[in-house]
């Protein structure tokens, strides 16, 4: 007869092992991954109306038969430690300050130009540049420029939407804007079948890769649900002081 006997393990065994999984464990908590995401743009008449006493031309988008690179980004993004994990984001676009379009400026007969760079902010390419300290799921701390205090469209990474315009009606308001600040998150908070979250920021109001134009600070929020894992609802509020008035914005998703 043939009986089974567990196999001895010995002390030396189980600090292998346990070098090895804290070995895994370390790789997997620091990462670092470099990405990129270009569109390339044709606009045949984008909606032109001629100019008066001339044969030419104006365009809403200052684009008539024209070529263009809608977006060309280069991004790294990485992470550091579990216990808070540390991670940080920089992307840059160096077609935002390259093209300005081609076709006539409207109600005029002033041809536009291509690749203008006269006098351009080099910080004009940069749209994220932020790190955010992770202590739980529940509270992640967020200092930088982003645009992950905006409403669900205008959070929504470009190479996930189905078209590479943003829609008129979120992007007036929210959209697809970045501002410099500091922000508290969380997500999945559990609540019977619901799972919350929320965004709540002090951001400077200026607007993406510009410097601060007065003394006060923008207030941002937002908080949401997401139901049976199947339905979202949110809302989304910004309250700031502008140079040229009250900003108070509020968008539903």
Same mark, same amino acid.
């Given at each position: 007869s043939h009986k089974d006997e567990a196999a001895a393990i010995s002390i030396s065994d189980l600090e292998v092992l346990n070098n090895r999984l804290t070995a895994l464990e370390k790789a997997k908590a620091s990462s670092l991954q470099v990405d990129g995401l270009f569109q390339?743009?044709?606009?045949?008449?984008?909606w032109g109306t001629p100019v008066a006493g001339t044969n030419n031309y104006s365009s809403s988008k200052n684009q008539w038969d024209a070529f263009s690179v809608k977006r060309a980004e280069i991004s790294a993004s990485g992470s550091l430690g579990n216990d808070p994990k540390v991670s940080f984001k920089i992307s840059l676009d160096p077609?935002?300050?390259?093209?300005?379009?081609?076709?006539? #400026?409207?109600? #005029?007969?002033?041809?536009?130009?291509?690749?203008n760079?006269?006098?351009?902010?080099?910080?004009?390419?940069?749209?994220? +540049? &932020? #790190?955010?300290?992770?202590?739980?799921? &529940?509270? #992640?701390?967020?200092?930088?420029?982003?645009?992950?205090?905006?409403?669900?469209?205008? %959070?929504?990474?470009? %190479?996930?939407? $189905?078209?590479?315009?943003?829609?008129?009606?979120?992007?007036?308001?929210?959209?697809?804007? %970045?501002?410099?600040?500091?922000?508290?998150?969380?997500?999945?908070?559990?609540?019977?079948?619901?799972?919350?979250? &929320?965004?709540?920021?002090? +951001?400077?109001?200026?607007?993406?890769?510009?410097? $601060?134009?007065?003394? $006060?600070?923008?207030?941002?929020? %937002?908080?949401?649900?997401?139901?049976?894992k199947s339905l979202y609802v949110g809302v989304t509020g910004y309250d700031g002081w502008e140079v040229n008035g009250v900003r108070q914005d509020i968008g539903f998703e």
């Open positions: 390339f743009w044709y606009t045949h008449d984008s077609s935002l300050a390259s093209f300005s379009g081609i076709g006539i #400026t409207a109600n #005029t007969a002033t041809p536009l130009t291509f690749g760079t006269g006098n351009i902010n080099p910080f004009s390419i940069v749209k994220d +540049v &932020y #790190t955010q300290v992770a202590y739980s799921p &529940y509270a #992640t701390l967020i200092v930088g420029q982003n645009k992950l205090w905006n409403e669900l469209e205008g %959070r929504t990474p470009t %190479r996930d939407l $189905d078209f590479n315009n943003y829609s008129n009606v979120g992007g007036t308001s929210f959209g697809n804007k %970045r501002d410099l600040g500091i922000q508290l998150t969380g997500s999945g908070i559990p609540l019977d079948a619901f799972q919350f979250e &929320y965004n709540v920021g002090l +951001v400077q109001g200026s607007g993406q890769s510009t410097a $601060d134009n007065n003394t $006060d600070k923008d207030i941002v929020g %937002r908080v949401g649900a997401t139901y049976d």
